[in-house]
C-alpha cells in the first residue's frame, strides 16, 4: 500500500459520496469493489476487479471521479484505474527507472515562462553524456511543470537509447531508502550500488533531502561520482539553488556548476493553450470563450488550471449539458475569484496574522524578538513566499531582513506544521482566510 491514513480517510469519503449519489445497481456494479492501491504525486492509482469495470469507468466516470476525488483529497489527482495483472505488469515495467510514461517532451506545453527551462532540457535529453549542462538544476513553484520536463528528459533518453540506465527519484524516497538501510542493518552498498551505475539520474524535489549529516554527506559522494564519471544529473527544486539553506553549501555550489533554469508562472496565452491541449486530449468540447475564463481567473499553477476545466466539465456530463460560459461561471463561482477581487499582498497578510496573533503590525515588522512576535512574524514570511510570487528577498526587504532570515523563517515554520497537528491547522486556516479576503 502506498498511500497514508489520511489518503484512506479521504477515498473512504469518496466511495461513501458515490453510495449516495449513484442508483444502488450502478454503484454495486461498477465502484463497490474498487480498491485503493495508491496515491503518488499527481495521480490516484485504483485498483479494480476486471478490465470490463475498468473500461467502463474510464469511458463513462472518470471525470466525475476526478471531480469527487478532488473534493476529498483537498486537490486535484489524475484518475488512474487498471486491474491487478495490469498494476503488476507495471511494476515491472517501470521499477528500473520510476518514470512516468505520461509525460513527455510532446505533450509539454511551451510558453515564454518555460522556454528555457524546455530548452535546456530537450538539449540534455537529446546529449545526456554532454558536459555543458551538467547537472541541469530546474527551479519554479508547485505545479508549474518541473516533475513533468523531468520526466520528459528520462522517456525521451529511454525511447532514443533503450539500454541507457536511467533512474527518477524523488529526495524522500532517497532519503528513506538510506535510514531504511542503516535501521535494518543493511549496509549502504545496495543503495550506492543503485543509485552510482546509472547514465541519468534525475532527483525531483531535491528542498526536501534529510538535513542529517549522514543522508546530504551520502548524496554529495554519489553526486561527485557520477559527475566524475560523466554521468548525466537532473536536479528540480521549489527554489533556486542559493535558497537552499537546508542543504549543505558544497552540494548548493555543486548545483550551480551546470545550469540552473527557473519555471515561472504561465502567462495567459500559455494558460488558455495548456487548457486547449487538455481539452483536446480528453476530448471535452470547450468553447474558446471558457478556456479564456477560466484561464483569466486561476493563475496560480498549472494543477489549479487543469483542475478548474475536470471541474467544469464533471459539472457539463452530470447536468447532460454542453459546456458553456454561464454554466463555468456558476460551477466556478465558490472555487475562483474574479480580476476585481482583492490581491494578496504583504499588507494583508500582515494584518491578518497580526490580528489573528494579537499584536501589533508594527511590531510584526519590527526588530522585537520576543516569541509573541517572531512566530507570527515568521508565519507572515511563510504565508508570503506561499501565497504571491515575490522572492525570498523581496520578502526580506518588507521585514528589513535579508533573505537568509526569511528562508530560515520558512523552514522552520514548515518544519513546525509537520510535527504539530494544530499549529498546521492554525496556519492552513490563515492562508485559507487570505485567499477568501
Known sequence: MQYTKEHFAAWEKAMNMFKNDLNPTSFATW????????????????????????????????????????????????????????????????????????????????????????????????????????????????????????????????????????LFITSETFTNELIDAIVKKKGTAELRNKMRNVDVLLVDDIQFLSKTVATQEEFFHTFNDLHTKGKQIIVSSDRSPKDLSAIEERLRSRFEWGLPVDVQKPDFETRVAILRRKADDEEIDTPTEVLEYIAERVESNIRELEGALTRVNAQSQLMGKPIALEMARETLSSLLSTREARKITAESIIQLVSSHFSVGEDEVVGKRRSREVALPRQVSMYMLRELTPLSTTAIGRVFKRDHSTVMHACDKIAGTMKTDIRFRKTVEELIEFAKRR
Open 31 to 166: 465502484f463497490e469493489t474498487l480498491r485503493l492501491n495508491a496515491v503518488r504525486q499527481d495521480a490516484i492509482i485504483i485498483e479494480a476487479d476486471n478490465s470490463m469495470i475498468v473500461n467502463n469507468l474510464r469511458q463513462r466516470y472518470l471525470t466525475i471521479m476526478s471531480n469527487v476525488f478532488g473534493a476529498t483529497f483537498g486537490r486535484v489527482y489524475d484518475i488512474e484505474i487498471y486491474t491487478r495483472e495490469e498494476l503488476e505488469r507495471q511494476v515491472k515495467e517501470i521499477s528500473s527507472t520510476m518514470l512516468n510514461p505520461r509525460y513527455t517532451f510532446d505533450n509539454f506545453v511551451v510558453g515564454a515562462s518555460n522556454s528555457f527551462a524546455h530548452a535546456a532540457a530537450l538539449a540534455v535529453a537529446e546529449q545526456p553524456r554532454g558536459a555543458a549542462y551538467n547537472p541541469l538544476f530546474i527551479y519554479g513553484g508547485v505545479g508549474l511543470g518541473k516533475t513533468h520536463l523531468m520526466n520528459a528528459i528520462g522517456n525521451f533518453i529511454r525511447a532514443n537509447d533503450p539500454q541507457a540506465n536511467v
